[in-house]
């Protein structure tokens, strides 16, 4: 069964790897997409509905010709079948890309980012709050990125639900032939009894495709350094971790989640889903 990919854009040049891994995940498997653009605009109260709708009109055909000529001007070879284009209006960009993912029941969506720093992070972006708050994974991709078959994808595991977490990666790792590894971080992986328990969990869920790593979790570094790291080692071409959202209020404004902090440090493409509570 095709998967339908929503990629939005906002026309810039750092939304472009975003764009070039929805057109690589195109050509591996059978995935739609579907390139999306909001338009950030609010009604002036003195604007009578009749030229607000007049001016929301054209306003999106305009931008649906630029969507259009932008997606091209990256790929010339993009296939209409399969490939829709969609421009919509809404004073809350982050809210209407969840939301349309939603209702075309979108089973990812792909979005590059240009990183942030603490200030913005605490502010909010339009990636952070999307990886926070949408109940449909998110691909956060390099803007650098170039087009490269996906076929090893690290992911890293707290092993609290490895079960029914592998089996999304499995699934999705098998449309594109690709192989797994799981890597653990652990303070305690050079324990002998830590080490037992996990070659437990090793043994129990060993296939041919997958591959278990459990790595001591050094206590000066971030995840984001331990993961980099290791993709580098073991030449991965997307990594895969699942994120926490039912932190409360104060977490989410002021502690940024691991995911979205290698969200915005990575150098490869990640693949965030949400994890069940």
């Known amino acids: 069964m095709a998967s339908t990919i929503l990629v939005p854009t906002d026309f810039s040049a750092n939304s472009k790897g975003g764009i070039r891994f929805a057109l690589q995940l195109a050509a ?46 990256i790929s010339q070879s993009i296939k209409k079948s ?18 349309y993912a939603r209702e075309i029941k979108a089973s990812a969506i792909c979005m590059s980012t240009r990183g942030a720093g603490r200030l913005k992070k605490i502010i909010g972006t339009h990636a952070s709050g ?24 690290l992911y890293a595991s707290d092993l609290n639900q490895i079960g029914q977490e592998l089996k999304q990666v499995r699934d999705f790792a098998k449309r594109l032939n690709a192989k797994i590894s799981v890597y653990h971080y652990d303070y305690l992986a050079d324990v002998d009894e830590a080490k037992k328990k996990l070659e437990q969990v090793a043994k129990r869920y060993k296939r041919p495709d ?68």
């Open 28 to 73: 591996q498997s059978k995935t739609s997409m579907v390139f999306y653009h909001c338009i950030p605009y609010m009604k002036p109260t003195r604007w009578s509905d009749a030229r607000y709708d007049a001016y929301v009109k054209e306003e999106k055909e305009n931008a649906l010709k630029e969507l259009v000529k932008f997606i091209k001007s």
């Open 82 to 99: 399969g490939t829709e284009f969609v421009v919509q209006q809404s004073a809350d960009v982050q809210e209407a890309i969840v939301d």
């Open 130 to 153: 999307i990886i926070n708050s949408s109940p449909i994974p998110v691909f956060v991709i390099p803007k650098n990125y170039r087009k490269n078959p996906v076929r090893h994808i």
């Open 210 to 277: 997958l591959t278990f790593k459990f790595q001591k979790f050094n206590v000066d570094q971030s995840l984001g350094w331990h993961l980099e790291k290791d993709v580098r080692r073991s030449k991965a071409s997307l990594a895969v971790l699942f994120t926490n959202q039912k932190r409360g209020w104060f977490d989410k404004l002021f502690l940024s989640s691991k995911s979205v902090d290698v969200a915005f440090n990575s150098k490869v493409p990640l693949l965030i889903l949400p994890k069940d509570s």
